[in-house]
Every structure is written in C-alpha cells, then in structure tokens.
Nanobody, 118 residues
Framework: QVELVESGGGLVQPGGSLRLSCAASGYITNVNLMGWYRQTSGKERELVATITSPAITNYAESVEGRFTISRDNTKNIMYLQMNSLKLEDTAVYYC????????????WGKGTLVTVSS
C-alpha cells in the first residue's frame, strides 16, 4: 500500500506564495515522487511540473519561472514552491508517484486546494 498526502494549500492573494508538500508512505520501495498536476472544475487534470532527478525538471509554460519543484529523497517528500500566484492558478493540486519496478503502478494523492483570490 502506498499513500501520497499533499499539504500546504490554502487561500492566498494574487502575487503571494505557497509551498505545497507531498509525503509518501507505506510500501515505497522503488517509488519515485514524480510531479505535480492540477485540476479545476470541468477541466482535465493538467501537468504543472515534473522532476526526474535532482537537476532535471520540467514545467508547464504557464508556471515557468514562478514555480519550483524539488524533492528530498531521504525524506520521501516532494515540494512545489509557488510564487507570484495568479488567479488562474486556483485549482486542486495533486502529486503523482510511480513505481519504477514491476508492476510499475502510478500513485496519486487526494489533492490540496489552492485558491488565489483578492
């Protein structure tokens, strides 16, 4: 059993910052925390940022330069530092992990709500 738990969401004004965390627990042998996604009502879940090694990261164009993804493998925690938040960043944010050995499952957290509003 693998559990991913996001935290750090909340209400923030435009231009503000938040840091999301994703903690992995359970049978996490060969499970890598891989990325952050977000979803708003009526829309498909979209990629926000991914990390495949400490130095290889990828960002959606809409968050490039404002968000930073990082990972602490010793603690099995992944972060998303979000700066200069905009109204359109409002969404439920999910973290994703994946097992790198058979059966190669993907794992998702239940999400944390980020609301950007004045």
């Amino acid at each position: 059993q693998v559990e991913l738990v996001e935290s750090g969401g909340g209400l923030v004004q435009p231009g503000g910052s938040l840091r999301l965390s994703c903690a992995a627990s359970g049978y996490i042998t060969n499970v890598n925390l891989m990325g952050w996604y977000r979803q708003t009502s009526g829309k498909e879940r979209e990629l926000v940022a991914t990390i495949t090694s400490p130095a290889i990261t990828n960002y959606a164009e809409s968050v490039e330069g404002r968000f930073t993804i990082s990972r602490d493998n010793t603690k099995n925690i992944m972060y998303l530092q979000m700066n200069s938040l905009k109204l359109e960043d409002t969404a439920v944010y999910y973290c994703k992990g994946a097992r790198t050995s058979w059966p190669f499952n993907d794992y998702w957290g239940k999400g944390t709500l980020v609301t950007v509003s004045s």
